[in-house]
């Protein structure tokens, strides 16, 4: 584009400023969304109407993967590269695509495409996964590039199963449960429950039922909301966490694609709880249907009187912005989530203060993760008693795990608390994909640590996961057969790392690098003595002195690594000894 038409945009740039510093990531989207990238010219028009300096605005464009500053080819194309995706030929794709001589469509040049490696997708299920202009495409027996744009590719379908439905029952259909569905199904019961409670009410009955938030800390849901129902301030808000980036994670996409309603009326219920009117639904920047899907359904949901003033004659007011991420993990922690939201790179903020009385906007804030907001509808329409029915007494209720590796259904299954990790791969998944047999499984993600097959009868529950080592964390189960080289897998989680530590504090900044720098070689056979000590040194130090939970867990399937499989990372385990300066 010589000459750039900026009229559109600048009536949006009008439409949005007196919102001041908060509508920026809305604003750099719409820019990105319009023009394939950010121009200067923009970038000074946005930085001019909220008053925010332009070399600040720069830095947040810098700070997101999903913008960019120049402009990029017309089809933007964002290839795996994480543990399940590389396992399943990410690289191979990477090649197909990479290819010069396949430049040439129907004897014409092909459209710019620009390739990016990228971490997980969220799309786990389906490795090698594909992103083509952020939509996904099935990649089985891709042989051509060209084939990425055929139709039949599009939008594949994530097995779904398990013992139990409950936050899954209206999953799975292929298209996304409406308001009639929603309605039809049992929807918003809950809400006419809990508004008939006065707010403290609802919070012990959350109490109670023994929830706990379902994005990795495990944090009882009703003492949260206590804390923020206890602030004394008359702004309150309300935060859902749909940024879901952990690899190996894919479960609050499905909720979130398939249904909607159920994370809005949990989100109602709980604003309900702590006296809020407003809520932001957070929604991962690479998530495009998801994002469309919640749209809509708040669009319905504000139509019907489920959303806005006065709800259901109540007296209750309460509404939902959505917000996009834009590509980076980090901002799934909750205070970077806030930055955010603000309009500013995602970098944690120091904790205490605590979110449930400084929280967005300095104010007190709930923020849950869609996975735990989804259950609370259910504990609402069908009371504690029968909640607590399944599960174990510690955790009640159930859970989504999501499975993916070397297992021959990979998908989201979800399961009463208390089943155990043998069930969930040999009868929901389907036992192992081939005749090789089982050597680990990554629990909880890349910040998870690593189990062996002695240890598929453990329960999965909070308690018995946490006598084992194993954190539950988002529900990731990632499984390797004996043929997998664990020490690629363990330096793909720390390149990972070390491209997503936002660099705020340097034991994460300097750890994740150096971490990354010794699995890096390790990976390619080329081991010193001292690399077992100094991962473990390093490791030790990123947990104990890691400003959030990035830095403090980044080490963790690494070290869970070495006390299993010391081997791996000597030069007993490898081909060749490390004999000069570091050869990278
Ligand atoms: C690096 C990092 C990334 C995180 N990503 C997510 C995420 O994508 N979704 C989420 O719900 N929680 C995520 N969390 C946890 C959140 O900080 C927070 O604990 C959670 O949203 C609280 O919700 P819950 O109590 O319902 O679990 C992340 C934490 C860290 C440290
Ligand atoms: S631990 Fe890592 S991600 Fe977290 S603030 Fe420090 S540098 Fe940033
Ligand atoms: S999409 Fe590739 S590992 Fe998750």
Not at 104 to 120: D, L, Q
Not at 299 to 325: C, H, M, Q, Y
Not at 442 to 450: D, P
Request: aromatic share 8%.
């Amino acid at each position: 584009m010589s000459e750039l038409d900026l009229k559109p945009i600048r009536k949006i740039i009008d439409d949005m400023a007196p919102q001041g510093r908060t509508a920026l990531l809305p604003l750099l989207h719409e820019a990105q969304d319009y023009f394939g990238y950010i121009p200067e010219a923009v970038a000074e028009e946005i930085a001019q109407a909220i008053s925010v300096p332009l070399a600040d605005i720069f830095g947040v464009i810098e700070f997101y993967s999903l913008f960019f500053k120049h402009p990029i080819g017309e089809t933007i194309v964002h290839v795996c590269n994480d543990p399940a995706c590389a396992m399943a030929g990410s690289e191979s794709i990477y090649k197909l695509l990479n290819q010069k001589e396949s430049f040439k469509f129907a004897g014409e040049v092909k459209p710019k495409i620009t390739i990016e490696v990228s971490a997980c997708l969220g799309l786990c299920e389906h490795a090698p996964a594909l992103l083509v202009k952020g939509e996904p495409v099935i990649t089985k027996d891709l042989q051509s590039w060209e084939e990425i744009f055929e139709p039949s590719r599009k939008r594949p379908q994530t097995i779904l199963g398990g013992d139990v439905h409950r936050l899954t029952k209206n999953c799975g259909k292929g298209s996304r449960t409406n308001l009639d569905q929603y309605l039809e199904s049992g929807g918003y019961i809950g809400l006419k429950n809990a508004i008939k409670m006065p707010p403290k009410d609802v919070i012990n009955q959350v109490k109670e039922s023994g929830l706990v938030g379902r994005g990795g800390a495990a944090f009882p849901t009703g003492l949260k909301w206590e804390g923020a129902a206890n602030a004394n301030e008359e702004i309150k808000y309300l935060v859902c966490n749909g940024d879901e980036a952990e690899p190996g994670t894919f479960k609050d996409r499905v909720l979130m694609e398939d249904d909607p309603h159920l994370i809005i009326e949990g989100m109602l219920i709980a604003g309900y709880a702590i006296g809020s009117q407003k809520g932001y639904f957070y929604i991962r920047g690479e998530y495009l249907t998801s994002y469309k899907h919640v749209k809509e359904a708040v669009e319905e949901a504000r139509k019907a009187g489920f959303l806005g003033e006065n709800i259901l004659g109540s007296g209750f007011s309460f509404d939902i912005e959505i917000r996009r991420g834009a590509g980076a993990y980090v901002c799934g922690e909750e205070t970077a989530l806030f930055e955010s939201i603000e309009g500013k790179r995602g970098f944690p903020r120091v904790k205490p203060p605590f979110p449930t009385t400084h929280g967005l906007f300095g104010k007190p804030t709930v923020i849950n993760n869609v996975e735990t907001l989804a259950n609370i509808p259910i504990i609402f329409s069908m009371g504690i008693e029968e909640y607590k029915s399944i599960g174990t007494e510690k955790s009640p209720g159930s859970k989504l795990f999501c499975l993916s590796g070397d297992v021959n259904k990979p998908g989201l299954y979800e399961v009463p608390f208390g089943v155990t990790l043998r069930h969930v791969i040999e009868k929901l998944a389907g036992g192992m994909r081939s005749d090789h047999p089982l050597q680990a499984i990554l629990i909880g993600g890349a910040a998870g640590a690593m189990a062996d097959p002695s240890q598929l009868d453990v329960s999965l529950s909070f308690e018995e996961l946490r006598k084992e080592g194993l954190p539950l964390g988002s529900g990731v189960v990632t499984v390797f057969d004996e043929t997998r080289d664990l020490r690629d897998v363990l330096f793909r989680l720390a390149n990972f790392f070390a491209e997503e530590s936002c660099g705020k504090c340097f034991p994460c900044q300097i750890g994740t690098q150096r971490q990354f720098e010794i699995m890096r070689r390790i990976s390619k056979r080329v081991v010193k003595n001292s690399d077992i000590n100094d991962l473990e040194d390093i490791i030790v130090t990123m947990t104990d002195s890691s400003l959030c939970g990035l830095g403090q867990t980044a080490g963790s399937a690494i070290g869970s690594a070495i006390k299993k499989w010391p081997a791996l990372f000597s030069n007993l385990g490898v081909q060749r000894e490390f004999t000069g300066e570091q050869n990278d």
